[in-house]
């Protein structure tokens, strides 16, 4: 898996970098300019966007690069020259080409260029981007050519994805040395485009003194998903899920989620689901058997196949809701000693249990749910998802996963991003499959935190090359999980 980096790591990554490749810091803006160069190279009139720091120098590395190559090329600099300091100021001095001040925006004719590069903050910015740097911004994503951007869209958080007040649109982001945490969650996605990586050369293993902050996960790892089974073999060898929720009225949370189970490759699952409608589920789902979960003589009884302990795993919360009802299905589940997957109204009724349960496994909350679970607010839960992710895994004693653009996974020891997913996940029902495939997964035996990893890639997989689009339904995703296996790069 490629590492992923907080932006405290940048400067000793990039002094372990020139010490690797024998360059100074001067040496290794160089190279890194030329790195991203190879990507506009093929553009003929180049508009880049220089800012006060390094990225700025970067950018003035490009465009001399540019103009040496008979490339009709321009520097807007956003900041007086004169007040850039060390590389950035040696960049700056050696461009010989045509440069505008911030003062001059309005003269630029934006017909001109075929590419624009951005080059004005680095990954390092962690302040709202104020006036006159945002009207800038706002004016690049108004250009009617694509968007470069050097290690990061200036605007964004290379920590935490949030966009700080205005960020830029890029068509392709050059990332150098380090993948940052924040380009693959939140608002990284919508506002990198396509990611890069140009290592300069530079091993990935010769970081192994610096202590990443994050792991990306990899389409490649479906494949263990689709190793050969023994032909030899028989529904019982792959596991049994009760699959427990649905208060009256909310069958389909809980259905959804026991086909999610059967299609991960378990071999059964029971559906544990209120009386009025659990005589129901064979009716939509044959392959699946049901129980109702009724009060008897003013109490609630274990249901049978949790008495007769028949069970592998034990997912609890689609459609679960918060009544009485719910509450006692709640409390005979968790005193099971099942591998216990909580989701959805599982994670309302945990927030409000005086303990965890010792065989909780997995919890799977979107940014609400981690909020109520860690007593604070969906702002803060998405002002840093790493963090967020990290407590809820610390807290619950659990592997958590933290859904949403950049899924998060977290046990106490390390976090894991999933890179993949789009909008055409943004729909009802769509959490209880990727429920139901945790725990169709941990049924036939994969280690939990494996059974997470492969679940989210693969829902997210499944979700982003959907050939239904934004009117993907979580039934449309249930039927179409097995594409996945033409998207494994």
Known sequence: MNKLYSNDKTSAIDQLAAECLGVDSFGLMQLAGDAVYQ???DFQKLLVVTGPGNNGGDGFVIAELARQQGQTVGVLTLCDVMELEGCARLAAEQYQGDVWTIDEVELIEKSVFD????AVFGAGLNRVVAQPYRGVLEW?????????????????????????????KALKTIVILARKTGLFTLAGKDCCGEILYEGLGVPESAYHEIQSDGLLLSTRMLQQITQNRSHNSHKGQYGHVITAGGQSGMLGAVLLAGK??????????????DSSHANLVPLYA???????????????????????????????????????????????????NLPLILDADGL??????????????VITPHPKEAAVLLNSTVVEIQQDRYQAVKLLALKYNCVAVLKGSGTLIADAENVWCCPYGSANL????SGDVLAGLIAGLMAQGLAVKKAVQLAVIWHAVVGEHSRYGLSMTATDLLETLHEAWGNIS
């Open 115 to 118: 590419v624009v590069v951005d």
């Open 286 to 336: 044959p392959e699946i058997m049901s129980e109702s979960y009724a009060e008897q003589s003013g109490s609630l009884v274990l249901f049978k196949t949790l008495e007769k302990k028949a069970a592998d795993v034990l997912l609890l919360g689609m459609g679960l809701g918060q009544s009485t009802w719910s509450k006692k299905l709640f409390k005979s589940c968790v005193e099971t």
């Open 260 to 273: 999610a189970v059967l299609k991960a490759g378990a071999g059964s699952t029971t559906v544990v689901t």
């Open 426 to 429: 943004a729909t009802a029902g």
């Open 39 to 41: 990507h506009v190279k």
């Open 348 to 361: 309302n009724l945990l927030s409000r249990s005086p303990v965890v349960p010792t065989q909780l496994k």
């Open 140 to 168: 690049l994503n108004q250009m009617p050519v694509p968007i470069i951007a050097v290690d990061i869209p200036s605007g964004l958080n290379g920590n935490t994805g949030k966009v700080e007040g205005i960020a830029v």
